[in-house]
C-alpha cells in the first residue's frame, strides 16, 4: 500500500465511530489490496509471455541475415552456426547485375560487328561482318563483310596516304591493305607484332606493316 491510500485508511479509522464499522473497513481494504496484487500478477505473467516475440522461445528479437543467397530471420544464439562463407548480417542486397560485354564471350554484343570481332574488338577474318575497313584484319569492307583485296586501288586511305595491297611472306595468306608506314624490319615474321603483317620486302629481310587505318 502506498503512502496516499495509507493516510485515507487512517483518516476513515479515526472517523469510524464503532469497533465493528473499523474492522469491516479493515477487512475491505485488506480483500483490495489482495484482488489488486493478484491482477498485478496475472498481467506480469501476460506480458511476460508476449515479450518473447516471433515465437521465439529464447524471448530475444531475431537478428536477419544472408544466408546462402536468402534472406532469414534468425535468433540470436543461432546467428553464429548459420553464418559462412559469402554470409553477411541483413537482408541479401539485389542480385548484381550481369557482366558487360567482352570480346571473348562468344556472343555478338557492344560495338562488335560480328561475334567477338569489329568495333573495339580485334578485327575480324574475311567474310565476317563489318562496318568500315577497320573491322577488318584484311582493312577491306566490302558490302558489310571483310574482303581480301585484289589491288592497291581496293584498298582506302589513312593518316599516312593511300593503302596498298600487300601479299603476305606466306602464299597462302589473303592480301591485305596495309598502311604506307612500316615497322623496322626484321629477319623473319615470327618478330612481328600480331596487330601487323608480315611482307618480305627482301633477301632474309621482313617488314611488319599496320593494317590500312590503323595509324
Not at 596498298?164 to 591493305?177: E, L, S, W
Amino acid at each position: 500500500m502506498d503512502a496516499d491510500r495509507f493516510e485515507t485508511l487512517l483518516r476513515r479509522l479515526s472517523t469510524t465511530p464503532t469497533r465493528r464499522g473499523a474492522l469491516r473497513l479493515l477487512s475491505s481494504t485488506a480483500l483490495t489490496g489482495l484482488l489488486s496484487l493478484g491482477t498485478l500478477s496475472a498481467d506480469a505473467k501476460k506480458g511476460g509471455k508476449g515479450k518473447k516475440g516471433k515465437g521465439n522461445k529464447h524471448g530475444h528479437e531475431k537478428v536477419t541475415i544472408c544466408h546462402k543467397g536468402q534472406t532469414m530471420d534468425v535468433p540470436p544464439p543461432a546467428v553464429k552456426g548459420h553464418l559462412g562463407h559469402g554470409d553477411s548480417l541483413g537482408p541479401c542486397s539485389a542480385t548484381p547485375p550481369p557482366p558487360g560485354p567482352t570480346c571473348v564471350d562468344r556472343v555478338k554484343n557492344g560495338s562488335e560487328t560480328d561475334v567477338d570481332c569489329g568495333g573495339s574488338c580485334q578485327r575480324c577474318a574475311n567474310d565476317l561482318k563489318c562496318v568500315s575497313q577497320d573491322d577488318c584484319a584484311s582493312a577491306l569492307c566490302v558490302s558489310g563483310a571483310c574482303k581480301a583485296c585484289v589491288a592497291d586501288a581496293d584498298c582506302g586511305i589513312d593518316a599516312a596516304g593511300a593503302c596498298h595491297c600487300n601479299i603476305h611472306d606466306i602464299a597462302t595468306q589473303p592480301r591485305v591493305c596495309t598502311s604506307q608506314t612500316p615497322a623496322p624490319a626484321f629477319d623473319n615474321c615470327d618478330k612481328c607484332p600480331d596487330d601487323t603483317f608480315c611482307v618480305r620486302t627482301d633477301l632474309g629481310e621482313y617488314t611488319c606493316y599496320q593494317p590500312c587505318g590503323a595509324v
